[in-house]
């Protein structure tokens, strides 16, 4: 069970990001999650959702697109003013 | 609505750290392995028999995982080689950054080949790039043949495989050649390498391999 340490590198890049973008909120995170991974989706929604509850975060929703090698990248952010 | 595109890996800060260990390993010429398997199916004793068989003064360190205790650490460092312990706390898995911390004070100069032996786990490990050559994946015959298949990903990734344990093939109902199919279905053409730590068997091919592997 790692998805604890995925969920936490999600949400740091996440945050560096939306620095860039004053004012704004962060409404659904992009993540391309392949099946040798080693990460399960489930897993992870339920640690992001642990993890960003009370914050900034909380409303942003995790879009999760399947893949099939190794992939576990962040594929986009969207926002709203 | 505005959308950010971003196109960069989850685990972009360890690969950063992952590159520079892997730089530093290259420059040396340093064979640094990670080794990774489910607990029990004998890594240390592996790495045990290994450091055993190498004369005094080869050039060889390892840093070994463990959620806790320096167990692994105390049996490693009877053979006269730097042992350290990476003790994770919790942590089910090695980060690059853990391998940074624990290489602080070794004169890498004076090493030829790194052998790091992960967490007791063939899931997360299997994510985490830690800057070596290649991952080296234990598996024994006291498991099931379709671990591979099971746990897709750390056997794809891995560079060997070694079936440990074929001294007790006469006891268990493991089939060999089913457990290289069910490896070969995720991993065509993996190298396998048939061992026994117990009575020594194939390791002179493991051995072979590490030679060959270093010059490489």
């Known amino acids: 069970m790692h998805e604890m340490g995925i969920a936490s590198s999600v949400i740091e890049t996440v945050r560096a990001e939306a620095a860039q973008h004053p004012g704004a909120r962060v409404t659904k995170v992009g993540l391309r999650i392949g099946e040798l991974s080693g990460v399960d989706a489930a897993s992870l929604t339920f640690c992001f959702e642990a993890l960003v509850k009370e914050t900034e975060l909380e409303s942003a929703i995790l879009a999760i697109e399947d893949a099939g090698c190794d992939e576990l990248d962040l594929t986009y952010l969207e926002m709203e003013e | ?216």
């Open chain 2, 1 to 216: 609505m505005e959308r950010v595109p971003l196109e960069r890996k989850v685990l972009s800060e360890n690969d950063r750290i992952a590159a520079g260990l892997r730089e530093r390993f290259a420059e040396r010429g340093i064979l640094a392995l990670n080794f990774i398997s489910s607990p029990g199916s004998g890594k240390t004793m592996l790495l045990e028999r290994t450091l055993g068989a190498f004369p005094a003064g080869k050039r060889v360190a390892v840093l070994t995982g463990d959620i806790q205790t320096d167990n692994d650490a105390q049996r490693l460092a009877k053979y006269g080689f730097p042992v350290r312990q990476i003790s994770t706390g919790g942590a089910c898995h090695l980060d690059a950054r853990m391998i940074e911390r624990g290489l602080e004070g070794w004169d890498l100069d004076q090493i030829d080949l790194l052998f790091i032996e992960n967490v007791g786990n063939l899931v997360c490990p299997t994510s985490y790039d830690l800057g070596e050559r290649a991952k080296v994946v234990v598996l024994s015959v006291t498991e099931g043949e379709d671990k591979p298949l099971k746990y897709p990903g750390i056997f794809h990734k891995a560079e060997l495989m070694i079936l440990n344990k074929i001294d007790l093939l006469p006891y268990v109902p493991f089939k060999i050649e089913l457990a290289r199919e069910c490896a070969n279905r995720v991993h065509p053409g993996m190298e396998i390498i048939e061992v026994s730590c117990t009575t020594g068997a194939g390791l002179d091919v493991w051995q072979g391999w590490l030679e060959h592997r270093r010059g490489h």
